[in-house]
């Protein structure tokens, strides 16, 4: 007897499971100076237990979404938890950085599993307009919730366990996880199976792969260094293939002509801007507060708050605004409101800046990613057949994943190299370069090494070092906050000019072979 599944079950079970993969990046970050204390990581191998994860992640996204449509989604998401929460909680175990980066690695394979078919399997539950809107905005709520809520859990169980109960902690929620999609969630997948596309499989997991891993390496290599050049140019000949290669398909995993689509391609390409600002975001506040306002990982969290919630509202209220609206009213001021955020901050931004004010600041700010992120991301549902979804689905969080990697990337090299340039003018000639050196490595090295100075005596050294390190990373936030606000103000500009108002009329999905033709509306075509 089919079952019609209940879907605020359906909706908690799907967004739990989203809500975990975003948590897992902002837990992981906060322990990374615990795993350089504890496990003796060099900052090589810290950056490479985040960047494996992203790695794989990046490569097997358009992959998973494409076997998800091909096998059922709800099973994938089942695999990828599994995958993601035992991967975790072998993390736990690591006794080294290899084991821990391997653990990363495999933990990013059921990322990459999990994530893609959330965001499919509520838009086949969810199929009216305001139902999926809805739906989509909640979703997007789950990201903007980690950004705060991370920091916040993460700090918690350092404080009061080690380093290894935070991959612990995702093992149990991850099991939990599984039961609820299990019971709630309906199985969905391609109604007419076809064979597997085997090359662009591999050529859009190659393409992803290397593009993010040149874009990962490219700050230390150097933009223009042969070894990047080659990179982008190898990333470039993969994609050209991928594109070749699905146009002759009979049945391609990625329909490429949806790309001619403005509700498809200008929406993600205001995804991808909109997580370039949000990771820029998260990379230069998060230092700010925690170097330079000396807030534990606990406290930051907890002044995060305001732009969590305020992505989440704006998430909510994006949605739904832009079914009255238009989705291109809605992205366009929401990239606005990011711009708006940070100039001002460029502008304003100091040492000893009223807490207050900055929350101001960033409630502008999340609203504005709420307001972009998710009616783009329900253009780009809607312009994909519901056969697709799982595919669709993919190339949204690829673009987020992309997006958020490059503006790491670039807005860390805006910000590395005038840090670096300003602190060789501030400090004091007399300092001699066994000082100087670790000093321009980060701001925290260079905090780290006024301290040890003032510890042994050396006041005036460390007052110097430290003053300067303060000024050169003001100057550096500055600018990269203008480069962010820059970027996003494009943004708004070429979603004004090229996104279309509404999302396409999306046609109702085919009845799925195993029932009657005669079984009745969409609802009935849900099975447990």
């Not at 209220?317 to 708006?340: H, P, S």
């Not at 809607?382 to 990697?405: E, K, P, W, Y």
Request: charged fraction near 10%; aromatic fraction near 8%; include cysteine.
């Amino acid at each position: 007897m089919i079952r019609e599944p209940s879907k605020p079950l359906v909706l908690v079970a799907l967004l739990t499971a989203s809500f975990v993969i975003n948590l897992d990046t902002m837990l992981v970050n906060v322990a990374l100076p615990t795993l350089s204390r504890e496990l003796g990581a060099t900052t090589s191998q810290l950056q490479w237990v985040v960047d494996a994860y992203n790695l794989v992640f990046a490569a097997l996204l358009l992959t998973s979404g494409s076997l998800s449509d091909r096998f059922g989604r709800k099973g994938m998401l089942l695999a990828g938890l599994g995958v993601f929460g035992l991967a975790s909680f072998a993390g736990g175990y690591a006794t080294s950085m290899a084991e821990l980066i391997a653990a990363r690695a495999v933990m990013g394979l059921g990322a990459a599993m999990t994530f893609p078919a959330t965001l499919s399997l509520l838009t086949g539950v969810f199929t009216s307009r305001k139902e999926r809107a809805m739906s989509i905005g909640l979703w997007g709520a789950t990201g903007g919730m980690a950004i705060a809520l991370g920091p916040i859990v993460g700090g918690f169980l350092l404080e009061h366990y080690s380093w290894s109960s935070v991959f612990y902690a995702l093992g149990p929620v991850s099991l939990g996880v599984i039961i609820l999609v299990a019971r709630y969630v309906p199985t969905f997948k391609d109604p007419a199976p076809h064979r597997l596309d085997l090359p662009g499989l591999v050529l859009s997991g190659g393409f992803m792969g290397l593009l993010v891993y040149t874009v990962i390496e490219a700050p230390d290599r150097g933009w223009t260094s042969t070894a990047s050049l080659l990179g982008f140019a190898g990333a470039a000949v993969v994609l050209v293939a991928f594109i070749v290669g699905e146009r002759r398909a009979d049945r391609p995993m990625l329909d490429v002509r949806l790309f001619t689509d403005m509700r498809f391609s200008a929406a993600s390409a205001s995804v991808t801007i909109a997580f370039f600002t949000l990771f820029g975001f998260i990379f230069l506040m998060t230092q700010y507060f925690q170097f330079v306002r000396t807030y534990s990982p606990l406290a930051t969290g907890v002044r995060l708050l305001p732009v969590a919630i305020s992505v989440a509202v704006g998430s909510i209220a994006g949605t739904r605004l832009a079914v009255r609206l238009g989705t291109k009213t809605m992205v366009a001021a929401g990239l606005a409101l990011q711009a708006i955020f940070y100039f001002w901050v460029a502008g304003d931004i100091t040492p000893t800046f009223s807490y207050g004010i900055i929350a101001v600041q960033m409630v502008v700010y999340g609203l504005g990613m709420g307001l972009t992120s998710a009616p783009a991301t329900e253009s780009i549902m809607r312009a994909v057949g519901a056969h697709q979804a799982g595919v669709g689905s993919a190339v949204n969080d690829a673009t987020r994943l992309l997006g958020g990697t490059v503006g790491v990337a670039v807005l860390g090299s805006v910000y590395a190299s005038l840090y670096a340039s300003r602190l060789t003018t501030a400090l004091p000639a007399t300092l001699p370069h066994t000082l100087t050196d670790p000093a321009h490595q980060s701001i925290g090295a260079a905090y780290g090494l006024s301290g040890y100075l003032a510890a042994h005596g050396q006041n005036d050294a460390a007052q110097a070092i430290h003053q300067a390190a303060t000024n050169a990373f003001d100057h550096g936030l500055s600018i990269g906050c203008v480069v962010a606000g820059a970027v996003a103000a494009v943004g708004a500009l070429l979603a004004a000019a090229f996104l279309p108002a509404q999302p396409a009329q999306q046609p109702e999905p085919p009845t799925r072979p195993s029932e009657p033709a005669h079984a009745g509306s969409h609802r009935k075509d849900l099975t447990r």
